[in-house]
């Protein structure tokens, strides 16, 4: 059984008007994340559709980062989208336009201090 990820997502680049962004995702844990899945989801935490992104279903080894381009459709509100990273061993979430890194995790033990958590989830502000 694989430990646990933790992701490390951060917003490199947002160009609304080209409906674009570029993040960097680093695996910050000593266990690799595997088949690691993007989804970009809206403020009603939906699929946004269609998003396409530079890379899919991928491993990343503890330490490892990959650059991520993705694109959006025009309709979708760039301040209300959220990057929703999935490996088989951890999810994760990004808001850019907010810093807010949300971890699901299926036990709270692994929540830093003064998260706070709510059906499995925590949510953790780190300004903006």
Same mark, same amino acid.
């Given at each position: 059984?694989?430990?646990?990820?933790?992701?490390?997502?951060?917003?490199?680049?947002?160009?609304?008007?080209?409906?674009?962004?570029?993040?960097?995702?680093?695996?910050?844990?000593?266990?690799?994340?595997?088949?690691?899945?993007?989804?970009?989801?809206?403020?009603?935490?939906?699929?946004?559709?269609?998003?396409?992104?530079?890379?899919?279903?991928?491993?990343?080894?503890? @330490?490892? #980062?990959?650059?991520?381009?993705?694109? #959006?459709?025009?309709?979708?509100?760039?301040?209300?989208?959220?990057?929703?990273?999935?490996?088989?061993? @951890?999810?994760?979430?990004?808001?850019?336009?907010?810093?807010?890194?949300?971890?699901?995790?299926?036990?709270?033990?692994?929540?830093?201090?003064?998260?706070?958590?709510?059906?499995?989830?925590?949510?953790?502000?780190?300004?903006?």
């Amino acid at each position: 059984m694989l430990l646990p990820v933790q992701l490390a997502p951060r917003l490199v680049r947002q160009d609304a008007a080209t409906h674009s962004l570029t993040y960097e995702l680093v695996n910050a844990s000593a266990t690799p994340a595997v088949a690691v899945r993007l989804t970009l989801l809206n403020d009603q935490q939906q699929p946004v559709l269609p998003a396409y992104f530079s890379n899919g279903y991928f491993t990343l080894l503890p @330490g490892e #980062y990959r650059i991520i381009n993705g694109q #959006y459709p025009a309709t979708a509100s760039p301040a209300a989208l959220r990057l929703l990273a999935e490996a088989y061993n @951890g999810h994760y979430s990004f808001r850019p336009s907010c810093h807010v890194l949300v971890f699901y995790e299926s036990l709270s033990a692994f929540a830093p201090a003064g998260a706070t958590n709510k059906g499995g989830r925590c949510s953790i502000q780190d300004g903006g």
